[in-house]
T-cell receptor, first 114, second 111 residues
Framework: GAGVSQSPSNKVTEKGKDVELRCDPI?????LYWYRQSLGQGLEFLIY????????KSGLPSDRFSAERTGGSVSTLTIQRTQQEDSAVYLC????????????FGEGSRLTVL | GENVEQHPSTLSVQEGDSAVIKCTYS??????FPWYKQELGKRPQLIID?????GEKKDQRIAVTLNKTAKHFSLHITETQPEDSAVYFC??????????FGKGTHLIIQP
């Protein structure tokens, strides 16, 4: 596709359930990021994948959060046992190389935990 | 890791006036400093970036300056227009880690 694709665009879940958010980056982009944006807030870094290197997971807020990137392309962010404070927009972005290139963001997945 | 501080969190200016947003960073290995604009309900998009081998870059009404010694960089918007109203994010990267963003500045253009 032409841009970064994220799904679902909206997800409403009950507290305690697990959710999976998907990101399909731009073809050929080796770097992939996940950010979290709460209402009216900034971009909170979660995790960064670069090629075949071990991901930088330093931003994951708890062990309920995990992410993987299969075949250097599609990435899935998993949140287990969701809590109300997990409610936010989860943004995925990709870029050609390391951290010195333009990031292209997806539209985001809006997660609401009831 | 990198730490990026951004000020102010909210900036209100009269249409036609200039706006300046400032950021500082902590990692001297960072060598790439982009600025993103996020309009309400939309995704962030790159508006201008600067690399550490230059001190200033201009693109029409937008300019960015970089002071590597002091580890700070700024966004300057001249002749502001209503469509400039948005949240602006600075970022720093190029070191061992990925791109780190500031907390954002909500720019309001008063008619």
């Amino acid at each position: 596709g032409a841009g970064v694709s994220q799904s679902p665009s909206n997800k409403v879940t009950e507290k305690g359930k697990d959710v999976e958010l998907r990101c399909d980056p731009i073809s050929g982009h080796t770097a992939l990021y996940w950010y979290r944006q709460s209402l009216g807030q900034g971009l909170e870094f979660l995790i960064y994948f670069q090629g075949n290197s071990a991901p930088d997971k330093s931003g994951l807020p708890s062990d309920r959060f995990s992410a993987e990137r299969t075949g250097g392309s599609v990435s899935t962010l998993t949140i287990q046992r969701t809590q109300q404070e997990d409610s936010a927009v989860y943004l995925c972005a990709s870029s050609r190389g390391r951290s010195t290139g333009e990031l292209f963001f997806g539209e985001g997945s809006r997660l609401t935990v009831l | 890791g990198e730490n990026v501080e951004q000020h102010p969190s909210t900036l209100s200016v009269q249409e036609g006036d200039s706006a300046v947003i400032k950021c500082t960073y902590s990692d001297s290995a960072s060598n790439y400093f982009p600025w993103y604009k996020q309009e309400l309900g939309k995704r962030p998009q790159l508006i201008i970036d600067i690399r550490s081998n230059v001190g200033e870059k201009k693109d029409q009404r937008i300019a960015v300056t970089l002071n590597k010694t002091a580890k700070h960089f700024s966004l300057h918007i001249t002749e502001t227009q209503p469509e400039d109203s948005a949240v602006y994010f600075c970022a720093a990267g190029g070191g061992a880690d990925g791109l780190t963003f500031g907390k954002g500045t909500h720019l309001i253009i008063q008619p």
